[in-house]
């Protein structure tokens, strides 16, 4: 039984109410231009999808997104830096801290409406301070258009990428859209998705028919897998991603491409370890042509702190999964961009 109902305004209403000005929507067409050539394998550049687990206060995510924009201006001839602003969280038991779209403050209860406007006000200031535009997980494929005037790139998690509307949604977004292989780690399960997500589509949507042309930028992200007993089964390593891109070459999809995810699966959450998967990735770059070629760049943990909380709110420190720590993470990204 639902308890209680509010009504929320269409997204059309509260992008009106909140939109981007001339000098930013300019910024986020040049960015999305940066991202999308990565993607399609007109540049060699490899991209960097890098920001905290989950955006819990704007202040601290802000503080380290303007970090990141500096950082960018040392390296964007070799990286396209993304910072992560992932506003929503999936709950593997369906409860706790959903994200900063159903909770702006994370030790008060849910208030949707007001999350949506705290979100949009993040990422706009976040793009006017830094110059740079983010990332974000399509949790609930009828809450993207909120936001998707604001991103460069959006995700599709492992608990989702079987969902049909979350393939659906992706393929009418004109942003890269990154799908993860599911918590299973069946390649061929991912590459459907792709698939859908690449094909013109008809489906219904928020109460409207929509038809869609397809996204011919959606791609891969390898995050790791789990088994029926809980183990953590990497899928990083060089045999994974060969078997991984013969797969994806044979199956005809356009503009094959892999994102490693250093986190999740393939850490075993254990966030010091993203530095050594990405290390080892570059390694093999540099070894393979054709490993280079569809390895495209990682997805990276990363905040003010080192490690999580689990109780008092401590500044700049994850709140969900851990993550690096900023002096950790600015060497990775400054030997990254050595190697390329």
Not at 158 to 167: C, V
């Amino acid at each position: 039984m639902f308890n209680k109902r509010i009504k929320i305004p269409e997204p059309e209403e509260i992008i009106s109410a909140t939109p981007m000005t001339a000098p930013l929507k300019q910024i986020k067409a040049e960015r999305d231009k940066l991202v999308s050539e990565v993607i399609s394998g007109k540049s060699d550049k490899l991209l960097m999808i890098v920001g905290p687990c989950s955006a819990h206060e704007s202040k601290p995510v802000l503080e380290y997104v303007e970090r990141l924009g500096k950082l960018n201006e040392r390296v964007k001839e070799k990286l396209v830096l993304v910072p992560r602003i992932y506003t929503n969280k999936p709950r593997t038991r369906g409860v706790g801290y959903k994200g900063m779209f159903s909770q702006p403050d994370p030790t008060k209860s849910e208030d949707i409406l007001k999350g949506i406007y705290a979100i949009r006000s993040l990422n706009l200031k976040a793009i006017e301070i830094s110059g740079l535009t983010a990332a974000d997980e399509m949790l609930y494929p009828e809450n993207i258009h909120y936001v998707d005037d604001l991103l460069s790139y959006i995700a599709v998690g492992a608990r989702s990428s079987e969902n049909q509307l979350h393939r659906l949604v992706a393929s009418g977004i004109d942003v890269p859209v990154g799908i993860k292989n599911p918590m299973s780690g069946s390649v061929r399960v991912m590459l459907n998705s792709i698939y859908a997500a690449q094909s013109a589509q008809v489906f219904k949507l928020n109460g409207w028919q929509v038809e869609t042309d397809g996204n011919p930028l959606a791609h891969a992200i390898l995050r790791g897998a789990v088994d029926g007993y809980g183990n953590d089964l990497s899928n990083y390593h060089y045999e994974n991603v060969m078997q991984t891109s013969e797969l994806y070459l044979k199956s005809g999809l356009k503009f094959p491409a892999l994102i490693i995810d250093a986190n999740h699966s393939n850490s075993r959450k254990n966030f010091k370890q993203q530095i050594r998967i990405c290390e080892e990735v570059m390694q093999n770059r540099s070894y393979d042509e054709d490993f280079k070629k569809i390895v495209k760049g990682f997805m990276i943990e990363s905040f003010l702190e080192e490690g999580n909380q689990t109780e008092d709110i401590i500044y700049g420190k994850s709140i969900t999964d851990p993550c690096l720590g900023w002096a950790d993470t600015e060497r990775l990204i400054l030997d990254i961009a050595e190697r390329v």
